[in-house]
């Protein structure tokens, strides 16, 4: 089976560095000049610096070139990942096409495996998602990831393809809780970071996290998730790598929120446009979703991190 990763950001080019263990992996780039830096310099300077990319993958700028291969996964940002298919309808359709973002798409309240559908009807879709970092699955650290799938003999076929020495990928057809467990998380690592950031200790995160978990579950469900996927390593995994680790661009967007200090634009933090997007459908839903709700006006700035505090302690008490 031929792979090609399109998008050369730093989960994409870790993902291709991964996957040379399985054979020839295609990197694709839309930067010709990016491309042939890293085709050359064998590394990608700009996104992940210190890994040496293998010989068996070929950086591209080339989509022909790129969308030739049996699956290929797309590593772009979510609210990115529209444009991305519309402009390269013609050459994915039919084609496996293996999510790799995280998040709900803002125009349309979506996940990443429905924009696929509703973008390239005749593709078929997965999602490949969970609690991991670029730099550890580059560096061959294990990592365990969920695989989205609603057709078993396709899943089957992935996760045996995709499973590498260091990644270990689960099953599920629960496409709907793979896709929401791994956005939902985002939106609780910037309230959890904010919390650590204006020094209200670890107690306060790990209710965030634990009551922002409760948010995520009910979110899901409503949506028509499984209780069980939230569970598993695309919610609680992810939920609980994200919250703890300033190597997750969402918690340091927070940190930088909790301390008024100024954060890098250029950096994408899926969990901002996904907390709009989630506060906007659960209003519509009438679902009760404080954490979501202050994170999305945090991250705006509608309030400041002392307001948005006040606003969850004052809260009607009620049983957990």
Same mark, same amino acid.
């Given at each position: 089976?031929?792979? $090609?990763?399109?998008?050369? +950001?730093?989960? &994409?080019?870790?993902?291709?560095?991964?996957?040379?263990?399985?054979?020839?992996?295609?990197?694709?780039?839309? #930067?010709?000049?990016?491309?042939?830096?890293?085709?050359?310099? @064998?590394?990608?300077?700009?996104?992940?610096?210190?890994?040496?990319? %293998?010989?068996?993958?070929?950086?591209?700028?080339?989509?022909?070139?790129?969308?030739?291969?049996?699956?290929?996964?797309?590593?772009? %940002?979510?609210?990115?990942?529209?444009?991305?298919?519309?402009?390269?309808?013609? #050459?994915?359709? +039919?084609?496996?096409?293996?999510?790799?973002?995280?998040?709900?798409?803002?125009? $349309?309240?979506? &996940?990443?495996?429905?924009?696929?559908?509703?973008?390239?009807?005749?593709?078929?879709?997965?999602?490949?998602?969970?609690?991991?970092? /670029?730099?550890?699955?580059? @560096?061959?650290? %294990?990592?365990?990831?969920?695989?989205?799938?609603?057709?078993?003999?396709?899943?089957?076929?992935?996760?045996?393809?995709?499973?590498?020495?260091?990644?270990?990928?689960?099953?599920?057809?629960?496409?709907?809780? /793979?896709?929401?467990?791994?956005?939902?998380?985002?939106?609780?690592?910037? +309230?959890?970071?904010?919390?650590?950031? /204006?020094?209200? +200790?670890?107690?306060?995160?790990?209710?965030?996290?634990?009551?922002?978990?409760?948010?995520?579950? *009910?979110?899901?469900?409503?949506?028509?998730?499984?209780?069980?996927?939230?569970?598993?390593?695309?919610?609680?995994? #992810?939920?609980?790598?994200?919250? $703890? $680790?300033?190597?997750?661009?969402?918690? @340091?967007?927070?940190?930088?929120?909790?301390?008024?200090?100024?954060?890098?634009?250029?950096?994408?933090?899926?969990?901002?446009?996904?907390?709009?997007?989630?506060?906007?459908?659960?209003?519509?839903?009438?679902?009760?979703? %404080?954490?979501?709700?202050?994170?999305?006006?945090?991250?705006?700035?509608?309030?400041?991190?002392?307001?948005?505090? @006040?606003?969850?302690?004052? *809260?009607?008490?009620?049983?957990?």
């Amino acid at each position: 089976m031929s792979v $090609s990763v399109l998008g050369s +950001g730093a989960f &994409g080019t870790s993902l291709a560095i991964s996957l040379t263990g399985n054979g020839s992996v295609t990197l694709w780039s839309r #930067d010709q000049d990016q491309a042939h830096h890293m085709q050359t310099a @064998r590394e990608n300077t700009q996104r992940l610096p210190g890994v040496a990319l %293998p010989a068996d993958i070929k950086v591209t700028s080339n989509i022909d070139q790129a969308t030739k291969a049996d699956v290929l996964l797309i590593a772009v %940002p979510m609210q990115k990942l529209r444009d991305a298919l519309q402009a390269q309808a013609s #050459d994915l359709a +039919g084609k496996t096409l293996v999510a790799c973002c995280k998040g709900i798409e803002l125009s $349309s309240g979506l &996940g990443p495996i429905s924009v696929i559908q509703q973008t390239i009807p005749d593709a078929r879709p997965a999602l490949l998602t969970g609690p991991s970092f /670029a730099d550890d699955i580059a @560096r061959g650290l %294990p990592t365990a990831l969920t695989l989205a799938c609603a057709d078993d003999s396709l899943s089957l076929t992935l996760q045996h393809d995709l499973t590498t020495a260091n990644l270990r990928l689960y099953r599920t057809t629960d496409m709907i809780g /793979a896709e929401l467990g791994g956005a939902l998380k985002n939106v609780m690592a910037i +309230g959890c970071g904010a919390a650590i950031g /204006a020094g209200l +200790g670890e107690s306060a995160r790990a209710a965030l996290m634990t009551r922002g978990f409760a948010e995520m579950q *009910r979110f899901a469900l409503m949506r028509g998730a499984r209780p069980d996927t939230l569970m598993g390593l695309s919610g609680l995994g #992810d939920l609980v790598l994200t919250c $703890s $680790s300033e190597l997750s661009r969402n918690y @340091r967007f927070g940190l930088s929120l909790g301390r008024n200090i100024q954060f890098d634009t250029h950096t994408t933090v899926e969990g901002v446009a996904t907390a709009r997007a989630m506060t906007e459908i659960a209003t519509a839903e009438g679902l009760d979703m %404080p954490i979501s709700t202050t994170v999305a006006d945090l991250s705006s700035g509608a309030y400041s991190v002392t307001e948005a505090i @006040r606003a969850l302690l004052n *809260r009607p008490l009620k049983e957990e």
